[in-house]
Every structure is written in structure tokens, then in C-alpha cells.
């Protein structure tokens, strides 16, 4: 028997967006697997590449100025190389997702069966008898209180958790063995939230699926996640099982992000820990060296690899560029 | 005793309907709260959306019409008053500043950022154009920022760096009171520290109080040094933030509490159990803390730092 390969393997993944007549890389050279019945989580700050990594695994870019290199591979198949058409047959069928906005990602002018139901229509053969029975059981796996009623309402009569439990519904519907979920609970209260990671966290167990869970909250990772990966312009700066990344952080960009976390002050002269620059636009972006130096001058340019490239430093714990070892806190000893 | 002290505050909005869109009812978006602001303190308001936190700083500031009840500045009847002309009010107007969530859409896209930051200056002193310069370059290094940025226009700024901006501009009349309405909901963490850090530094500098708004339980327990749980519009529990965060009373607060993620990855299953714990006993006794109408009772004192809304009659009533 072959060796089981990943549920979904991402190799040397590229996205470019193309500004005047170059294309700059937002997502650069990442590489990642997704195993069944796993919670990956990619974390990193706005403009880091990581939403656009889950379109770009979706498909879901402008062939005209967007270059995108490498592979996805999923079932055997580079899903980048399919045409149109089957990839549609992946989309929603075997691959679904789940967006930050859930009220910009429903159709105002659509009941909420017909919403769910519409991805029905695509991928499976069921009667409207059939659909209707499915959506009321998926409303019900999302734990929608009165799911006959909800489901001939508008999303405007709905509130937000409601509105992002229907989102998942539809993500869910034709029990997709893969689930991008972007920023799935930002726009939502802390109850809210809470309730919406644990649905997540059934359907992981229920379905057996491989989670992609994007988002810039690491206490959502810390809730969640099996295995996360931190993202910072565009690259892969760390990954690790969730226990060790944050019982071990070793990146630098890790743990300057773990201590700017608002947290009870010890005492009144004690302050957040800040990030010093600002992460380099798309056009700016250096694209050799660390690009995280820039952002931590006092450690010296020697400590940094030339071309930095990840290192396992413990099984399943990637570091990119060496210069962790040498890393402090600015005014720290090292 | 404080310098600023709300009194029994209402906010109702009319619901109209019928024939002749007569008043049916109203939506009682703040009912009854008291707040006493001290000199150089952070009270943290904290709720989920529609509590009816964000209505509460929008009407101490005058952008909203009270109902009833009193806002007392210096012990002045200034309720209702934000537009008037008279000396004690406009000495209101420059004490309280706001700082807005939305960066972009709370700088005018049109103006320079020497003149967003300027305008507060030239209302409320007669500088000469030199000085307001000389201020305004004082108030971008408070935040950070160098003298080229007086020159730009809002959108060449990133999020964090037009927060600050609106910090800058908040305390360019050197106010006693800066109303936060979610400063930093929209910023990346590494950004949010930095104008945490500002907050911080400022309210030091110039004894600032904040009556900081926000729905990030973390924010508000590095900001803060009392915070008001607010639910359907009145104060569940309000305190000292050791007392709310060490001994919460209120089911509510308890709920909302134990619903943060916790950063420990490996106590994640207690975590949640405890939750869930928590959860249903906020459904079981959800009836308990509110009375027959479903509105929050009166708040009562449980220590001198402590104050929190049970039922007079009912379990916990006798403490």
C-alpha cells in the first residue's frame, strides 16, 4: 500500500499581484500540509499574505494580473492547473469556506434555504424534497433555534452569530473534506465567538475534516488550533504544534507578537511591547535577507542567514533563519 | 469626588407606528446609569454590541440627546448643552474629547493633518500661526510621529499611525476627559500596543481620565482601574478591576468572563468545561438576575469598590 499523502500538501506556493507591470510576490514560496481531522491555523497581521494564501488555494484570483506559481495538491491533482469548469467541481464540493463578513458573503435578496440549498443544486443530484431536508439538518448542526422558521427569513433579519452559523451551513453542506475558514468569528462577540470555535471544533470531530482556520487572534489559536504556522510578509516565519508554539516560541516576530499581547500591568510604568517600523508594502518588500531584520536593528546583521530558509529544530517545529538563537528583547541581555 | 458625574442617565429612542406614526414604544438604549469620573483614572465600559456602551460616551460628549437624567461638569448642569454658546459650557467642550474607532472616516480626507490637529486649538485659543505649529509638532512627537506629517493627508497613513493621529488631535485642547470608543478594535496587535502605550503615556503626562470603550476584555483590564459591565442598556456590575476580574458576582459578567480564550493552549479542555459550566448556569439562572420585564435591577453595594445588580428579594438580595 502507498503512503497516505496529506489531505491537502501546498508546495512552493507563489502569489503574485501584479502593480503597473511587475508582479510582487504576497504570498512567497510557502509550503504546508494539511492532515485530516486537523485544525491548522495561520496567524500573522493584516497585510502578511494569509488571507490571500486561502483565496489562492481556492482559486479565487484574477488569472489577469495575478501570477501564481508551485502547487496544491489535493486527490493527486494540482488543483492550480485545473480549468474553470472542474474547478468548480471542487469548489463548495471539496473545498469550503468560510468568510470573515458574513453579511457581505450572503445574498440579501435570497432566503436562507435557498442560499444553502444553491450549493446543493451545484454539486449533489437531491430533489428540492431532499435539499430542503438537508438544509433543515444542517441548520440544525449549526445550532439554529427553529431552523423551519430561519430558513424561509433574510440574512438582514438575522443577528451576527446566526448570520455566521448560516455562512458555515452553506461551507458545510456538501460535507467538504477540506474548510478554509477566514477570520471566521472578528466581527463577533466573545460569547459569540466562543460558541462558533466549538461548533467548529464538532464539525472537526464530527466530519473528520481538515480545518484552515486564518485569523489574527492568537487567543483563538490558543483555543483551537492543532498546528499553527506564523506568517510575516508573505513567508512562513515559524510552525509548530500549538503546545510548543506557545509554550516555546522562537522566532523573533513570534514572541514580540506573544508580548504585545494587553495583558493585567504589574505595575504602572510597565508598557505593551511595540514592534518598531511598520511591515514593508508589497512593492517594498526586500526580497532577500531577513525581512524581519529590519524591524529588530539591534541584533546584528552576522546573526542573520543570508537567504534565510526553515529549519526543524524539534520534530514538527520550523524556525526560518537562525538569528532566533541570538535574540532579545531591546534592552535585554541576550 | 469626581469632576464629571452622570446622573440617573436615559437614552430612549421612539418606535413609531400606526395610522398616524404616533409613538408606540421605545427602545431604551441606555436606562439609568451613574457614573462619577475622577481626575487621572480609565473607567473601562465594557459590553456586547448593542449594550449600549458606545451611546453612553456618544451622549456624555453631546452627540446624542439624553432623555433624562443629569450630566454635572464641576457640579454645572451641562446636560443637553454641548451646543451652547455660554462660557461654562464651551469649557466642556474642550475638556471632553473623543477618540472615534474608525481612524479613516474620523479625519476629513480633505484636510492636512496639521489642520485636523490644529482645528481643536483654534477653537478654543487664540494661538498665533507659529505657536499652533509649534503645538502641533509637540503633539505628533507625544504620539510618535515626526514634523513631515504635517504636510499629509489622512490616506497616506496606515490605521495605527491615523489612530494616533486622532489621539493627537484629542488632546490638542488639553481636555480632562478623553472618550475611547474602541480605539483599537480594527489595529493589529503589535500596532494596538504602541497606541496603548500612548494612552498610557499621556494620561501620565497630563493626568487624563479615559472613559475607555470596548468590547476586548484583555484592553480593558491593561487599561483600566474600574470597570461598568453594561447589559440591555443598564450597569450589571461595576467596580474596581480586581474585584470585577478576581469575584465577579453577576451571572453576566461570569459568562462574559469565562467566554475569553485563554492563552494556554494546554488548559484548553478545562477551559471550556468551565465555560460550558458557566453557560448553562446563566441559562438555568438567567431569570434570577433580571427581573420580570427582563431588565438588570438596581445596582447594589457589595463592598465600597464593588457594586452589583441582584435581585433585592432573591438569591444573593441578603448580602
Redesign the interface.
Given at each position: 500500500m502507498a503512503i497516505e499523502r496529506p489531505l491537502l500538501e501546498i508546495n512552493h506556493l507563489e502569489t503574485g499581484f501584479r502593480i503597473t507591470d511587475d508582479y510582487y510576490n504576497a504570498v512567497d514560496d510557502v509550503s504546508l500540509t494539511l492532515e485530516k481531522n486537523e485544525i491548522l491555523a495561520i496567524v500573522g497581521?493584516?497585510g502578511c499574505g494569509k488571507s490571500t494564501l486561502a483565496t489562492s488555494i481556492m482559486g479565487l484570483h484574477d488569472a489577469k494580473n495575478t501570477q501564481i506559481k508551485g502547487e496544491v495538491i489535493y486527490n493527486d491533482i494540482n488543483l492550480l492547473e485545473l480549468n474553470e469548469n472542474l474547478y468548480n467541481g471542487i469548489r463548495g464540493n471539496d473545498i469550503g469556506m468560510i468568510f470573515q463578513d458574513p453579511l457581505g458573503s450572503l445574498n440579501p435578496l435570497m432566503t436562507i434555504h435557498d442560499q444553502i440549498a444553491e450549493t446543493l443544486v451545484y454539486h449533489s443530484s437531491m430533489n428540492s424534497q431532499q435539499r430542503t431536508a438537508r438544509v433543515l439538518e444542517l441548520l440544525n448542526q449549526v445550532g439554529i433555534p427553529k431552523p423551519e422558521r430561519v430558513m424561509k427569513q433574510y440574512p438582514h433579519e438575522l443577528s451576527?452569530g446566526m448570520r455566521q452559523r448560516v455562512v458555515i451551513a452553506i461551507a458545510l453542506a456538501n460535507k467538504p473534506p477540506i474548510i478554509i475558514a477566514d477570520e471566521p468569528t472578528t466581527a463577533l462577540?466573545?460569547?459569540i465567538?466562543?460558541q462558533i470555535?466549538?461548533l467548529m471544533n464538532d464539525i472537526q470531530d464530527e466530519t473528520g475534516s481538515g480545518i484552515i482556520l486564518i485569523t489574527?487572534?492568537?487567543?483563538?489559536?490558543?483555543?483551537t488550533?492543532d498546528r499553527v504556522a506564523v506568517m510575516y510578509a508573505g513567508q512562513i516565519v515559524e510552525e509548530a504544534p500549538?503546545?510548543e508554539l506557545?509554550?516555546n516560541p522562537k522566532h523573533p516576530y513570534t514572541r514580540?507578537?506573544l508580548n504585545?499581547?494587553?495583558?493585567?500591568?504589574e505595575d504602572?510604568d510597565d508598557?505593551?511591547?511595540?514592534?518598531q517600523g511598520?511591515v514593508p508594502s508589497l512593492q517594498n518588500l526586500p526580497r532577500t535577507g531577513d525581512r524581519f531584520a529590519p524591524r529588530i536593528p539591534w541584533i546584528p546583521a552576522e546573526a542573520h542567514e543570508e537567504n534565510p530558509v526553515l529549519h526543524e529544530i524539534s520534530p514538527g517545529h520550523k524556525v526560518r533563519c537562525t538569528c532566533w538563537k541570538h535574540f532579545h528583547f531591546e534592552g535585554e541581555d541576550e | 469626588m469626581g469632576f464629571i458625574e452622570v446622573k440617573n442617565l436615559k437614552i430612549h429612542y421612539p418606535i413609531r407606528g400606526g395610522i398616524f406614526n404616533t409613538i408606540q414604544d421605545h427602545v431604551k438604549a441606555v436606562d439609568g446609569i451613574d457614573l462619577k469620573i475622577e481626575k487621572g483614572k480609565t473607567y473601562g465600559l465594557v459590553g456586547e454590541s448593542g449594550s449600549g456602551k458606545t451611546t453612553i460616551g456618544k451622549s456624555i460628549i453631546g452627540l446624542e440627546e439624553i432623555t433624562s437624567g443629569k450630566i454635572l461638569y464641576n457640579g454645572i448642569d451641562v446636560t443637553n448643552r454641548a451646543r451652547s454658546r455660554k462660557k461654562e459650557y464651551k469649557d466642556y467642550n474642550r475638556d471632553v474629547q473623543m477618540i472615534f474607532q474608525d481612524s479613516a472616516s474620523s479625519l476629513n480626507p480633505k484636510k492636512r493633518i496639521k489642520d485636523v490637529i490644529s482645528e481643536p486649538m483654534d477653537n478654543y485659543f487664540k494661538l498665533s500661526p507659529d505657536e499652533t505649529s509649534k503645538r502641533v509638532i509637540e503633539l505628533l512627537e507625544i504620539v510618535g510621529m515626526n514634523e513631515e506629517a504635517m504636510y499629509k493627508y489622512p490616506h497616506e497613513f496606515s490605521g495605527g499611525q491615523r489612530q494616533r493621529i486622532g489621539v493627537a488631535r484629542a488632546v490638542a485642547s488639553n481636555p480632562k476627559l478623553i472618550i475611547a470608543d474602541e480605539p483599537t478594535s480594527a489595529l493589529d496587535l503589535s500596532v494596538q500596543a504602541q497606541v496603548l502605550n500612548f494612552m498610557r503615556r499621556i494620561q501620565k503626562e497630563y493626568e487624563l481620565s479615559y472613559l475607555f470603550i470596548s468590547h476586548d476584555l484583555g484592553v480593558v483590564q491593561h487599561m483600566s482601574d474600574d470597570i461598568a459591565i453594561m447589559h440591555k442598556g443598564r450597569f450589571v456590575e461595576q467596580g474596581s478591576k480586581t474585584e470585577i476580574y478576581n469575584n465577579p458576582q453577576h451571572i453576566y459578567t461570569k459568562r462574559l468572563l469565562s467566554a475569553i480564550p485563554d492563552m494556554d493552549p494546554t488548559t484548553r479542555k478545562a477551559h471550556k468545561i468551565e465555560r460550558l459550566r458557566v453557560e448553562k448556569e446563566y441559562t438555568d439562572q438567567e431569570k434570577e438576575y433580571y427581573d420580570k420585564d427582563g431588565r438588570v435591577y438596581d445596582l447594589s453595594p457589595l463592598n465600597e469598590n464593588h457594586y452589583v445588580a441582584l435581585n433585592p428579594n432573591g438569591i444573593g438580595g441578603n448580602l
Open positions: 497581521e493584516s451576527g462577540d466573545v460569547t465567538q466562543a470555535l466549538d489574527h487572534d492568537l487567543g483563538v489559536v490558543a483555543a488550533a500549538v503546545e506557545f509554550a514580540s507578537l504585545s499581547i494587553p495583558h493585567e500591568l504602572d508598557e505593551l511591547h511595540v514592534i511598520t | -
